[in-house]
């Protein structure tokens, strides 16, 4: 199994990020504060610090890998941006100007802007104002139908995509005069004005969760709450984009580990893998994790009858459907609400990831050892 280490640091876990040398994790255990832990050894973790600001449930943490500053926002509407000063954590507030919860979090590739999204159907570009010592928000309005539910940049540093529940992605620019350079290039993403649309995907018929650009920033991809996942190609004017349904439960977040393969997590507890073939086709692959793998073969058929003898109360069928769901365990018990990645940013491969859920793990996979299984996409 690619798993290589397992810790339950609480009941539930709402999001969890890395400090830049990976011996430090920062997570919520689905409350108002933010636990940070360093590892002593591998059985081990040790609490060092428990930041305290927010008034409701914090939904995002985000740990910029450059500056050592983390981001935080909640429901409460607030953000903060903590810096360690000495050997305390000291928070920055961050003006919003919010009516809804905050949801999602992500620093820029440069880590001189962060995106914040909201239930308020808007999208927070944040930045720092040197002269007044405080981080100041644009808001791109009125594009988005309902919550914003995540938020990716793209390598360039302007480009953002978001996902929503009205069941939309969309790219947008986030070019700030004075915190931005303009390309050189022609035609690059700084002729384009801050909050303006590049493209809208209608490609799912229910909520979308969890975009993520490629390491190249070529492929967008994004997970439907229909147990399905849309690959983009080309964003543009004409993108190219593919719809794989899968018949588990919904997935909530991905991860590229190369440019032809994709990680999801979600609702199955149990690690996807989605590759693209030599036409550009993409198709699920196979589970990680031994158990998953090994109760794939049982059929349709046999699942369907489990499902219906359960409904109607039959003792037979539904000690075999608990005997079966049990053979479906893996590492997480319960919902994987997010997936990090290890690796150095803009690496061309993602050898290592960390994916945390609701049963209040944080398990760290390594997928040195499973490059022969997960074939040439890899």
């Not at 409904?311 to 079966?324: E, H, L, R």
């Not at 365990?329 to 491969?349: E, F």
Request: aromatic share 10%.
């Amino acid at each position: 199994m690619a798993v290589v280490d397992v810790h339950r640091f609480a009941e539930s876990i709402t999001c969890h990020a890395w400090s830049p040398d990976l011996s430090m994790v920062a997570l919520c255990p689905n409350s108002t504060e933010v636990h940070i832990y360093k590892s002593l050894s591998q059985d081990h973790w040790e609490r060092l610090h428990v930041l305290q600001k927010h008034d409701q449930i914090v939904s995002g943490i985000d740990w910029s890998s450059k500056s050592n500053k983390i981001v935080t926002v909640s429901h409460d509407r607030n953000s903060y941006v903590w810096s360690l000063e000495g050997a305390e954590w000291v928070p920055t507030l961050v003006i919003l100007r919010l009516n809804r919860a905050a949801l999602c979090v992500q620093w820029s590739p440069k880590e001189n802007k962060f995106a914040v999204g909201s239930g308020a159907k808007t999208v927070c570009i944040c930045y720092y104002e040197q002269e007044n010592n405080w981080w100041v928000s644009k808001l791109i309005r009125k594009r988005h139908e309902s919550s914003v539910t995540s938020v990716a940049w793209h390598p360039n540093n302007v480009l953002l995509a978001t996902t929503s529940t009205d069941g939309k992605c969309r790219v947008f620019s986030t070019f700030i005069k004075g915190v931005d350079t303009k390309d050189s290039k022609a035609g690059s993403p700084a002729e384009t004005k801050f909050g303006e649309q590049i493209l809208q995907l209608d490609l799912s018929y229910s909520w979308a969760f969890g975009v993520k650009w490629s390491p190249s920033g070529n492929t967008l991809a994004y997970v439907g709450h229909s147990s399905m996942i849309y690959f983009v190609d080309d964003v543009g004017p004409s993108p190219l984009a593919q719809s794989v349904a899968f018949r588990d439960l919904p997935l909530r977040d991905v991860l590229f580990i190369s440019e032809k393969m994709v990680i999801g997590v979600g609702y199955d507890s149990n690690p996807m893998v989605f590759a693209s073939d030599d036409t550009g086709i993409w198709s699920f692959i196979r589970y990680i994790g031994e158990k998953k793998a090994a109760s794939s073969n049982s059929s349709y058929s046999s699942q369907f009858s489990e499902a219906f003898g359960k409904f109607y109360g039959s003792q037979s069928k539904s000690t075999t459907a608990n005997d079966a769901s049990e053979s479906r365990g893996g590492v997480h018990d319960n919902c994987i609400n997010s997936i990090v990645s290890l690796s150095k940013a803009g690496s061309p491969k993602v050898m290592r990831f960390s994916t945390s859920g609701l049963d209040g793990k944080v398990a760290i996979w390594d997928l040195e050892n499973m490059e022969q299984e997960l074939g040439n996409q890899f």
